[in-house]
């Protein structure tokens, strides 16, 4: 059988049981996204990677490959409305670029780079949410977080500790740390988990590591996220 | 571990799956699922706390914290019509609560909730989980003296209580004379193949929005070979404006156990289960009742009506304020104990692999008595009925400005204005069909039938005459997104705050074209991006809306230039500019 599909027109091969995302990826092919990453299962939720298959719009992190498909992914149209998914998340967190210090080791600003966003767009929601600083190690801040579920997959399939999950409704959904005080420090978090690891954004970080890096040689500050790859799958343990 | 809690645990058999139903029988015995509750949950279930906060955090008719009296204002845009907001204004004001908040003596709990279902008898509001109808300043007065003196549900008027059936219009389904047992009985002289081939000759479609065949769900799910296969009834009637389940529940369970009977004995499921919304609770203990005949009746059991291969019951699962368990997916997660997201996107469906895996058959409540009553009148009577692609009856639920609202039987294909005249609606502005997520007929297009072939409808239309301000309406239906949204996928979770931010600036008279074109490039965005159909299916009636009343919106608009900003300047630096001012 023949395990080709073509995306914008390059032909690509895939081993079956991989998704268009995991068969682009071994390609270097870049689909952008936030909520995928390469070790973890597949969750679908950022919309990031919606990519056009055969005509139907569809995730490609949870689209399984398929010999033959026509998918188009890198168009205007697909970047405009990526455009309008980064802005969302931007607007509905606390993204203060300049002044966090993830800046240049963080996906959302190297996608938003990447999509040529260059305003907000849309009105900002100024969420008022909490920091979670009790941990000797690690720190939480909420107002950063855009729920990509990647911190709770990561400890449950990775670390076996189930230390996150998600909370509350729509607006208000949140993560909830697996403790009965709810901070960390009480939880089974420890800084060699995974899960410190996976944070895309400036939400879930390590501690006393800030600016070691200093801005300038930081990951994607030489080099756009569709030639670099992700950070958060990038060298494990390496200070960025 | 508290007495309480343990015996739920017990009852449960400490099954997994049961979490949902556990922290709801422990809510109605204590009021609230407090932290200590939920930890001691979580170690007799061996789940993390953490999945276990979770899971009480998504329902929004779960709580943490206790109290005596939980009122909960039907917010549905008929109840609001109907007086709501000065009802509940007035109540909060006797009884000094601030809205969303347990009153500081820790008693008395008031706050909005999407539609419970009782457009026909707005307002309407849960108390204690009890639904009360009709509400009036006079029965609020007295509600607020009742709660002052701690007088216990119990003994309120009993009549607050009464939920009417309001059914104006009966046909084939609701007025032919049924016995419980007869279509089943029917089913096995004749055997199964039969059945489907006569349910398949009836050509009935799903009730629940997508009008899939039944008999194909039926026998996809017969032919996929699995050691066990379930059967679902969708009694989550979330829709605002719906309430014909309702009806169907509380008048004729009858008819939807044998639907349900009938589909196990087809596909060879010994369990069922009614996923009853938590807004229903009221008849619930009717429910029990009707099973608990049927059980004596040899209708469900072990070997139902003497037939050794046949053995078939049902458990009664309750939702607790989630429109979005009604979308099968997410049904499915909240049947086994989770949050309602619906996380694994089709295909597969669930007819393959549903409930634990397993293949399910999701119908909705009058999906299955259709199937009884179907068996019983024979396809003959059932076809006559009906276009040539929507066979037979459908229950409309009418309500809003209209002198009879309740629950019509029309055959498939009727004029919307033989509908609006039966109701005696006058003056009409527009009606919403299939409620919020649904679409907007407007009075120049009321010859148009309702059947798949033209007008799609779930059942639900609500009226508006002309004195009704669409941005009312409009803004109602953005509020019930946002709070129903479950916040997985971004264009659904922050799409559905936008726009309803967008509709108030515009209602403000603040907005201007480039908001409507921001609006239009969301809407589309959570169409075609979205994970599930709510967040699908949330921006229909403002593109509808837009494309139906253009000169509604424009005329609010601020400035319809389309090269200004949408930014208002002067607006925004009005507060500066008046507290610089000397
Ligand atoms: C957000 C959402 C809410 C839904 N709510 C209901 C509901 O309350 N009742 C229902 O029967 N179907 C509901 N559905 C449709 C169900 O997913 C499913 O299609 C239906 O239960 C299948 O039954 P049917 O074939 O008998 O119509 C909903 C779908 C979505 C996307
Ligand atoms: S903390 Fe980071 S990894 Fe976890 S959900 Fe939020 S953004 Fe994702
Ligand atoms: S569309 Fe809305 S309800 Fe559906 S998964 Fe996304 S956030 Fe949840």
Redesign the interface.
Known sequence: MNNTLCIDSQDISFESGQSIMQAACAAGVFIPHLCFHPDISPH?????C?VQVDGR?LPAC?TPAMAGQKIENNTDSLNA?RR??TQ??F??GDHICPGCEKTGNCQLQAVAYFLGLLEPG??Q?YPTRNIDASHADVLLDFNRC??CELCVRASREMDGK????????????HI?????SGRLKDSALSIEDRAVDVCPVGALMKKHQAYQKPIGQRFYDQNPIDQKGDANSHQRGEKT | MSHHIASVLAHHQHRPQQLLQILIDIQQHDTCIT?QAQ?EVAQGLNK????V??VV????LLNPTPREYDIRFSHNIIDLMQGKAALMENLLERLQVTLGTVRSDGRVFIDNTSCIGMSDQAPAALVNGYTVTRLTPSRIAQMASLIENQVPLSDWPAEWFQVALNIQRKDLLLDTPFAPGQALRHLLQEGIDSGLDALQGCAIRGCGGAGFPLDRKWRLCQETPAKAHYVVCNADEGEPGTFKDRVLLQAYPDLVFEGMTLCAKIIGAQQGFVYLRGEYRYMLDSLQQCLQRRRDLGLLGDHILGDEDFSFDIDIHLGAG?YVCGAEVALIESLQGH?GVPRK?PPPFPVTQGYLGQPTVVNNVETFALSAQALNVGQQRFTDLGTAASRGTKLLSISGDCARPGVYEFPYGVSVREVMDACEADDVQFLQNAGPAGLCLRPDEFERGLCCEDVNTTGSLMVFNASRPLFDVTHNFAEFF??????????C??????LQ?MLEKISQGHATQQDID?ML??SQ?MK????CGLGMTASNHITDSLEKFPALYQSQLHDTDITHPSFDLENATSEARALSQP
């Open positions: 679908g939720s950022c919309r990031l919606m719009l949870t409305q309008l998914v969302m998340l607007v509905e849309l009105p929601m855009i729920l189930n230390v996150f999950a998600i909370g509350g409704r729509g607006q208000h959904a909830v740390i697996n403790a009965t | 932290p930890a993390s706390l953490a999945e906060q979770g955090s998504f329902y929004s989630a949050r996107r946002v709070h129903e949204s479950c916040g997985f996928c971004t264009p979770r922050v799409g559905t705050r936008l931010q921001k490039q969301l965005l075609s991006s979205s994970h």
